[in-house]
């Protein structure tokens, strides 16, 4: 098979996603599919060079147009359009498969010009549930159905994903879930942190925006150093975005300074988890099946996680990790405090969790599951 991803943003890190589908476009390689990977508006020098190091072997496109999502924008998306249908053409793809608009809508439109061609969506977001009472809610509804109308097949990362898109009508043998999965050969633990660690790190790594809750953390931390009296825990948020200012003036205003810390991006993800975590954190609104949450599970790490549709498809409450409330900073603080006193729950949680992503989460049951996929719409055609 040969394979044309659009990923839909520029590469700007090596983040959870991307390193997922390197590494699953690398595995299929070697089983002698041809998988290549497009980035939109160009790459960061930095990350692509260390997608190239990790995954050699991948082709990458970076020269792609970066279409904004706004009206103006009305000519980017004509020239993305029409580079994108010569660049199918000419490269004969069996299998074009897209991640995130605005190319997924671009992507949508031109398929009907190429017959030969499948054409797979990945949903990795929950779609909010549609009041169709209101005319903003049948919109929604018809918007998420036009951005799907010409895909052959819509890859759900969860049933919470799949359970969404129904509600919006779409039809059920149009959907398969497949799970985002880790490259457990690449996260694994390498390094053993001290019984009693002093500091106590936290960990949370992802984009600083509203959905992913993280001023929960922060008023967690709040609660912990005033209710539980602990000094020695320190929150490191890994990661930027629109939210980056509201939490640092949070932090201020909390006077939390001693005790929360802002990293930037991380460009190793793997030392961080393993040198510099000892409980990785995570409140979000909502999650379709967060691969970063994955990835510390596989460097037999504890995680404390928000009680949502996403994170409780992995995590099961007190065997491999906790979950809270994701309203209640208090639920959050109790749970740290209960793993920072408990070296032995920390073990059984975190082994736990390495045993769960080995089991259901590895690559190879991802990769074989996409191949299938993508085999039975070949043969169906």
Known sequence: MKILRFMGYPISKLGSLERYVHAQASEMGKQGHDVQIVYDGGGDSLAGAMAERTYPDVKVHYHFPSPAPRLSAVMDHLRYFFKALAFIRKGGFDIVHTYFEPS?????????????????????????????????????RLYHYLNLLNYDKVICVSEAVRDSLLMYKIKPELLSIIYNAVDTSLFKRYHIRPAHPDPFYLTFCGRLERIKNIECLINGMSILTDKYKTKNVILNIYGEGSHTGFL??????????????????????????????????????????????????????????????????????????????????????????????????????????????????????????????????????
């Open 104 to 140: 997924t809508q671009i992507v949508n439109l031109l398929a009907p010009m190429l017959p030969g061609t499948v054409f797979v969506r990945t949903m990795g977001v929950v779609p909010r549930h549609p009041d169709n009472s209101t005319l903003i809610g049948k919109l929604k």
């Open 248 to 381: 640092r003036n949070l932090v201020v205003r909390e006077k939390l300074e001693p005790y929360v810390h802002f990293k930037g991006l991380t460009h190793d993800i793997v030392r961080t988890l393993n040198e510099y975590t000892d409980i990785y954190v995570q409140a979000s609104f909502s999650e379709g099946l967060p691969a970063s949450v994955l990835e510390a599970m596989a460097c037999e790490l504890p995680v404390a996680v928000s009680r949502i549709g996403g994170h409780c498809t992995i995590v099961r409450h007190g065997i491999n990790g906790l979950l809270f409330d994701h309203h209640n900073p208090g639920n959050f603080a109790e749970r740290v405090h209960q793993l920072v006193n408990s070296c032995g729950l920390r073990k059984e949680l975190a082994a736990n969790a390495r045993k769960t992503v080995l089991d259901s989460y590895d690559n190879s049951v991802s990769i074989r599951r996409e191949s299938n996929v993508y085999e039975s719409l070949l043969n169906s055609r």
